[in-house]
């Protein structure tokens, strides 16, 4: 099993940053790949960005430039910076690990984003 925990989120202006993290436990070593998804209100949940183990990363086209994903192995947390923060970027951000555990997927409570204009 994997447990996963988001942090990070808040209230910010638009044209500001926030920093989230996504910190792992459990059955590590299972997990192929951790991605960071997000729901607006009224919307699908949708990609934003996701790393693999081998570190490869892929983003969501309209958020390329913005945001950028990072790991830190020794603590099992990969962050998500977000920049240049815009109020279409508020929304519910979701961590969510691809694992070999029967090939199931973990997902994390959420951290809210808010962005004022």
Do not use: H
């Not at 808040?10 to 997000?38: D, E, P």
């Amino acid at each position: 099993q994997v447990r996963l925990v988001e942090s990070g989120g808040g209230l910010v202006q638009a044209g500001g940053s926030l920093r989230l993290s996504c910190a792992a436990s459990g059955n590590i070593a299972s997990i192929m790949s951790v991605g960071w998804y997000r729901q607006a209100p009224g919307k699908q949940r949708e990609l934003v960005a996701s790393i693999n183990s081998a570190g490869r990363t892929n983003y969501a086209d309209s958020l390329k430039g913005r945001f950028a994903l990072s790991r830190d192995g020794a603590k099992n947390t990969v962050y998500l910076q977000m920049g240049s923060l815009e109020p279409e970027d508020t929304a519910v951000y979701y961590c969510r690990a691809s694992t070999t555990i029967q090939a199931r997927d973990y997902w994390g409570q959420g951290t809210q984003v808010t962005v004022s204009p």
